[in-house]
């Protein structure tokens, strides 16, 4: 059972990674759209994206915590580690959210001086380079498993 249960957490992460990145590539396209239509297409888009990443993440964490019981692992030090990076990366995931949102109201309501600000945030960077962190450092602990 062992690995049929890493088998679907590795499913589960290939699908959250590969829905999760939808809404990635549109944060860093949003710098470069200035057409208030076109910015709530590729939001919309982005949007999309949302119940692939929760099926995959739901996969992702019933595959991990059952392969964790059958391996013995919740006896160690990186399982524990891993699965706390990957609550951080979520919350850390949480202001870009919040930029989308207000970016959807400002289109709805015309404010073209917060549509310009919110689009050229660097918030978008900040969240793809913390996530591509956590996510190397979750594959590392999973891999090496060094503790």
Do not use: C, N
């Not at 088998?7 to 759209?33: K, Q, S, Y």
């Not at 915590?65 to 692992?73: E, N, R």
């Amino acid at each position: 059972m062992y690995e049929l249960f890493v088998f679907l957490h590795i499913a589960g992460a290939l699908l959250f990674a590969a829905a999760h990145g939808v809404p990635g590539a549109v944060a860093l396209a949003i710098r470069d759209e200035p057409d208030p239509l076109q910015l709530a297409r590729l939001l919309e888009l982005g949007a999309g994206a949302r119940p692939a990443q929760y099926a995959g993440l739901a996969l992702l964490l019933i595959g991990g915590i059952a392969a964790g019981w059958a391996g013995g692992w919740w006896q160690t030090g990186w399982i524990w580690l891993s699965l706390a990076l990957l609550v951080l990366l979520l919350v850390g995931a949480v202001p870009l959210a919040i930029v989308f949102a207000r970016l959807r109201r400002a289109i709805r309501t015309g404010r073209h001086a917060d549509i310009e600000r919110l689009r050229r945030s660097p918030l978008p960077l900040v969240v793809a380079g913390y996530e591509t962190v956590g996510f190397l450092a979750i594959v590392w602990l999973m891999v090496a498993k060094p503790f």
